[in-house]
């Protein structure tokens, strides 16, 4: 299983053990990984690529649509709140490889920017 995910096989233990997996067990106590599991693992591969921590993940797998949605919604806030300070980080830097001024603190932009930021 791990190797078909691309991914070590404590990986996959860790995340049994923080309760985003649960694979059936055989009778000697082997973990089995029907369709399940495996469609499972890759949900979260894909939630972890995408930047929900594993608190995050299990909450997003919640057996309730409307609790799974709460925790992808604040995840889209946050990361539309991480792109629009780093469209404002950019915006800053084009500008001081434009301005006219020598140093940055003589420019009003620049110390506009320093104080909202």
């Not at 089995?32 to 929900?52: C, F, H, P, S």
């Not at 608190?55 to 792109?83: F, N, S």
Request: net charge neutral; proline share 3%.
């Amino acid at each position: 299983m791990a190797a078909e995910l691309g991914i070590e096989a404590h990986v996959l233990r860790h995340w049994e053990q923080v309760g985003v997996l649960a694979p059936a067990r055989d009778s000697n106590g082997y973990r089995l990984y029907d369709a399940a599991a495996v469609e499972g693992a890759r949900t979260i591969q894909k939630l972890r690529r995408v930047g929900l921590s594993l608190a995050e993940v299990a909450a997003a797998m919640a057996p309730t649509k409307d609790a799974a949605q709460a925790v992808v919604k604040a995840k889209i806030a946050a990361l539309e709140d991480e792109m629009a300070t780093t469209r404002q980080a950019i915006t800053f830097l084009q500008h001081t490889v434009e301005c006219r001024h020598r140093y940055l603190d003589d420019c009003p932009e620049c110390a506009q920017f320093a104080r909202t930021s």
